[in-house]
């Protein structure tokens, strides 16, 4: 699952757009400018995010995360983009 955690409560979401910086997400979530919040990705990834601007076509983010994690989550995308090809 993946999923945007705030303190308690989480919600599934979609990668629209990503970036070395960052990325644009849709969820269900009411997410405002300036909020820390984490994205939980398979393989026990937490990437810890700031919410930069939310417009209709999604939830701006900007990445918090050392050079390890952020190539870890690449790594992830780059997976899952090479399965959703292949379907």
Do not use: C, Y
Not at 30 to 35: A, F, R, S, T
Not at 45 to 71: P, W, Y
């Amino acid at each position: 699952t993946v999923e945007i955690v705030v303190g308690d409560k989480s919600a599934d979401f979609l990668i629209v757009d990503v970036s070395a910086g960052g990325a644009r997400v849709i969820s269900e979530m009411d997410l405002e400018p300036g909020m820390k919040v984490v994205l939980q990705l398979p393989e026990d990834l937490q990437l810890m995010v700031k919410v930069v601007h939310t417009q209709s076509d999604g939830v701006g983010i900007q990445f918090e995360v050392g050079a390890a994690d952020r190539t870890k989550m690449f790594d992830w995308i780059s997976k899952t983009a090479n399965r959703n090809n292949n379907d």
